[in-house]
């Protein structure tokens, strides 16, 4: 259902939330990527999220809600820390990790003690929230572990048949996943990197911990699988000089040339022999955006070989690094 008027916003807000109530599953516009949402309170519509996805059930789902009195009631506590947090940065793609409250299903936080919730910025699925009344578990609107949706047409592609609607709110505006800071822990610590980073973090927090889980037991956050958020043909990494050092690399790497895409932002090869080559900005909020949606190109173009040029190493480069090593990474 598209959203491009107010008529139509609200038409599509009024079946999105009937279907929501009803125990089904939708797929939402958020700011960082399409969600496949459902009522996070209701363990039946939660496992459907499971079905749909193929997902692994270890792996846990992010609670988003549209008030940080509806949050409140979704943690056993609310620290000054994460009023800070929330103060600064909701809505907006930051997820805070809590002791979670007896509301939440275990199903939610793979059967953890603690429960991912974000206030998302995108008007629609904040509307949808405030009709339904209940907060809603969404992770990304795709088969698990692979590229996450960043439009309503690679929702379409990919579950499009598996799910009764998916709402056409436009293109996402940060492109990739939620910054997910762990406050379950002292001091806190960042278990998912994202496009609010750590130094924007340190700006709030009297202390941050070094990146990571090192929790045992259950996951306490999604996108902390080795292998996530991969395209189907084989992604590497390089950095490169010029065009003769990455047919070079290529050469080293047993890659073919002419199947390989490349996707670059500085050093911009020559189209030949290569079979594709994607220029995307040279500036980290612009490439986030971007980054999907070539990956998705790739695979519709059936690429068996995806080359990306290595992010630089600084802090507001930190979210899409972890994305792109992850999705590198073999089974």
Known sequence: MPTHTVELFRQAVDRAAALLRAGEVVALPTETVYGLAANALDPSAVERIFQVKGRPAHNPIIVHVSSVAMAQRCAVAWPETASKLAQAFWPGPLTLVLPRAAII???????????????????????????????LAA???????????????????????????????????????????????????????????????????????????????SLRSPGMLPKHYSPKGRLVLLAWKDDADLLRQLAQHHIPAQACQIIAYEHIPSPEPLGRVAVIPHDAEAFARAIYAELHACDDSGASWIVVEQPPNSAEWQGIADRLTRAATRD
Not at 108 to 132: K, N
Not at 167 to 172: A, P, T, V
Not at 200 to 207: F, K, N, Q, T
């Open 105 to 135: 299903p275990d199903i939610v936080s793979a059967g953890g003690d603690t429960v991912g919730i974000r206030w998302p910025s995108h008007p629609f699925i904040q509307a949808v929230i405030r009709e339904c009344g209940f907060p």
């Open 139 to 217: 992770p990304s609107a795709n088969p698990s572990n692979q590229v996450s949706p960043t439009n309503a047409q690679h929702v379409l592609r990919t579950l499009g048949s598996r799910i009764p609607l998916v709402i056409d709110g436009g293109q996402s505006q940060v492109g990739i996943e939620s910054t997910v800071l762990d406050l379950s822990v002292a001091p806190p610590r960042v278990l998912r990197p994202g496009m609010i980073h750590d130094e924007a973090l340190s700006a709030v927090l009297d202390e941050l911990a070094a990146s990571g889980d090192t929790s045992e037991g």
